[in-house]
């Protein structure tokens, strides 16, 4: 299937919550926020983890690396598949170059042909290593999932959403299309979306909700500078500057 693209207009206003950030220790290229932890990657595949508001490095190397419901996975530049089980990193059958552990304990991801691939709940909580990624039509270069579905960005920025996705039903039904370009877009567990776009700057969806999943008008942050990665959970935002910094950002009661 090739995704037929549209004219979308963009609604966007700039965001009113104060959001407060900090600059943390250490560079990482990719970052990943689910389920109550941090994981993150270096420009050389190290791997980090959040521990305490300091980074604590984690044995292996990863180009991409994800957390949530579904565990912590990754890949490394050979675009093979690992999870980490009993705090090491396993190998399992499959190929891709970026995987998203956000759903409801599946896996979803994209291979180097940007072919859109998803791993069923029984398979990412199974210990064997010989597990079956299933196809989706379409092609996209990144794929996030959450509660309320998966959205996705393809090569030339288009935003899309994957209707009627479950853990034993990951492929779901059909694409819906978004209005708007990002180059990344990211789902966090209690299912809000953040996007950064191609000249970096970062967005949330507003008004996602279990009834409207795909929200209502992206929101575009304030922020005097401009990033190439963000992923948000439970009340702070990770950004990624273009020189790798890391910055937590929070709103002023959440600490």
């Excluded at 549209?6 to 689910?34: E, H, N």
């Excluded at 990193?89 to 072919?115: I, S």
């Amino acid at each position: 299937m090739i995704f037929i693209l549209g004219l979308f207009l963009l609604s966007v206003s700039a965001v009113t919550a104060d959001l407060q950030c900090l600059l943390m220790p250490g560079k990482l290229r990719q970052i990943d926020a689910g389920a109550g932890q941090v994981y993150g990657v270096n420009d050389k595949g190290n791997i980090f983890k959040m521990v305490n508001n300091n980074w604590q490095q984690v044995s292996g190397l990863l180009t991409h690396v994800s957390v949530g419901p579904a565990g912590v996975w990754g890949v490394y530049k050979d675009n093979r598949v690992y999870k980490l089980q009993d705090n090491k990193w396993k190998l399992v059958t499959g190929y891709l170059k970026q995987v998203d552990a956000g759903g409801d304990k599946f896996l979803a991801g994209v291979n180097a042909q940007d072919n859109i691939f998803c791993l069923m709940q029984n398979c990412t909580v199974s210990r064997s290593s010989l597990v079956t990624f299933l196809p989706l039509d379409g092609s996209l270069k990144y794929y996030s999932c959450g509660p309320f579905g998966c959205w996705g960005v393809n090569n030339v920025d288009d935003i899309f959403y994957r209707q009627d996705v479950s853990p034993n039903t990951c492929q779901g039904s059909k694409w819906q299309q978004v209005d708007g370009k990002l180059i990344m877009v990211e789902v966090g567990t209690d299912g809000s979306v953040y996007g950064v776009n191609s000249v970096g700057e970062a967005f949330k969806r507003e008004g996602i909700s279990a009834k409207t999943p795909t929200g209502t008008a992206w929101t575009r942050l304030d922020f005097c500078a401009t990033f190439s990665h963000v992923t948000y959970d439970a009340g702070f935002l990770w950004l990624l500057s273009e020189n790798d910094d890391v910055y937590k950002c929070y709103e002023e009661n959440v600490l």
